[in-house]
């Protein structure tokens, strides 16, 4: 009998009590193990391309906390690289790239992406035989509007400013490149799924900075189209939808995109969220900051998510990523937490 995995049961709209849990971010630089591995890497990018220490890190958090699931350790800003635009990760200045522009963006080839990224799937392969039977594997990949913010600006911003203002003078290139990125992400989730993941998340960390007929426009419809391309391909594929910030463009976000869960920031307040827990399974949404407070803060937070949403489809999850301030011993406390053994 193959296994099932909690998260799977939610992904399909079941309820398991305690509710299944992970973390976004859930490998990185809170983990004195995952700085020491980061070190043997050189660069960021060689740790992702690398599936021998790819594999450990993802598997860090696992061996500590028993999570319900394990991400598979990459970034978001590999498809960029595998499109060539020059990808850096320079400690203590985020990501950088080359700036693209109209003539580069109309030029962009597809070929080679899936080649350029075989380590990924290759780290997949091997996650999928090393993980405990029990614990899902989650793949995952940029939304199209949050790569494109970083592949305008060539840097990260504090509201995505260059990428708004190109969506105002250069609309049809900005939705070219949207359109194209949906197509490679879209066959990325699909090489992914095929490798080993139980299911997929894409992340639109920058849906918050879109006003209500841009978020239709670059939010909901690319991922929508990503989404119909994976389940054309892959019926069964199990999708987590996060779009950051979105708000009340979250209300109908999980049937505009064909998404079977979707994940809260915890701006989005319960009685909200709860509403959207109607319709299918939410993942969320406890603030980061209370991670690194810990004692009460931390408690107190935990204890309003079970308590409102816990009695349906639920995959507990912070809000945004684990940040490295985060205390260990905090995540240690949470996960009894969420398990009701503390
Ligand atoms: C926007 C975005 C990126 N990457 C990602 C997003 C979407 C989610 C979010 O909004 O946080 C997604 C991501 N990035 C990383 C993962 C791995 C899996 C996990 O444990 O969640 C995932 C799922 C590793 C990483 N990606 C990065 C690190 C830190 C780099 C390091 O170790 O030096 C890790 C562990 C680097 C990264 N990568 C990115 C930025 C802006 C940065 C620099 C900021 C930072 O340092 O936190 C782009």
């Given at each position: 009998m193959p296994v099932k995995r909690k998260i799977v049961d939610v992904l399909e709209g079941k309820t398991v009590t305690p509710p299944p849990l992970w973390l976004m971010r859930q490998a990185g630089r809170y983990l004195p193990e995952y700085r020491a591995t980061r070190q043997k890497a050189g660069g960021f990018l060689d740790l992702c391309y690398t599936p021998d220490l790819a594999v450990e890190v993802t598997l860090q958090p696992i061996r500590r906390y028993s999570f319900d699931a394990a991400i598979l350790f990459s970034d978001i800003l590999v498809i960029p690289d595998a499109l060539d635009r020059n990808v850096?990760?320079?400690?203590?200045?985020?990501?950088?790239?080359?700036?693209?522009?109209?003539?580069?963006?109309?030029?962009?080839?597809?070929?080679?992406?899936?080649?350029?990224?075989?380590?990924?799937?290759?780290?997949?392969?091997?996650?999928?035989?090393?993980?405990?039977?029990?614990?899902?594997?989650?793949?995952?990949?940029?939304?199209?509007?949050?790569?494109?913010?970083?592949?305008?600006?060539?840097?990260?911003?504090?509201?995505?400013?260059?990428?708004?203002?190109?969506?105002?003078?250069?609309?049809?290139?900005?939705?070219?490149?949207?359109?194209?990125?949906?197509?490679?992400?879209?066959?990325?989730?699909?090489?992914?799924?095929?490798?080993?993941?139980?299911?997929?998340?894409?992340?639109?960390?920058?849906?918050?900075?879109?006003?209500?007929?841009?978020?239709?426009?670059?939010?909901?419809?690319?991922?929508a189209r990503m989404i119909e391309i994976v389940r054309s391909k892959r019926p069964n594929a199990r999708i987590i939808a996060f779009a950051k910030?979105?708000?009340?463009?979250?209300?109908?976000?999980?049937?505009?995109?064909?998404?079977?869960?979707?994940?809260?920031?915890?701006?989005?307040?319960?009685?909200?969220?709860?509403?959207?827990?109607?319709?299918?399974?939410?993942?969320?949404n406890l603030d980061p900051m209370r991670v690194v407070a810990g004692g009460q803060s931390l408690e107190d937070g935990i204890d309003a998510i079970l308590q409102v949403l816990g009695n349906g489809p639920l995959i507990f999850n912070l809000g945004h990523g684990i940040t490295p301030e985060a205390d260990p011993d905090n995540v240690a406390k949470l996960v009894n937490r969420v398990r009701g053994l503390g």
């Open positions: 850096r990760f320079t400690p203590g200045e985020g990501p950088q790239m080359d700036p693209i522009d109209e003539a580069s963006i109309y030029s962009l080839k597809a070929d080679g992406t899936l080649a350029h990224l075989s380590p990924v799937l290759e780290t997949v392969k091997r996650l999928r035989q090393e993980l405990p039977s029990e614990t899902a594997l989650l793949g995952f990949c940029g939304a199209p509007w949050t790569v494109a913010t970083y592949m305008i600006a060539g840097h990260g911003t504090p509201d995505q400013a260059p990428a708004r203002l190109f969506g105002y003078r250069n609309r049809q290139a900005l939705e070219h490149l949207l359109a194209f990125l949906a197509e490679i992400s879209a066959e990325y989730l699909i090489a992914q799924i095929d490798a080993g993941a139980d299911a997929v998340q894409i992340f639109d960390s920058w849906a918050g900075v879109l006003g209500e007929a841009e978020f239709e426009a670059f939010a909901v419809k690319p991922v910030g979105a708000g009340m463009n979250l209300r109908q976000y999980r049937q505009k995109t064909g998404a079977d869960a979707i994940g809260l920031d915890w701006s989005v307040p319960l009685s909200f969220a709860a509403e959207l827990q109607k319709d299918g399974p939410v993942q969320g």
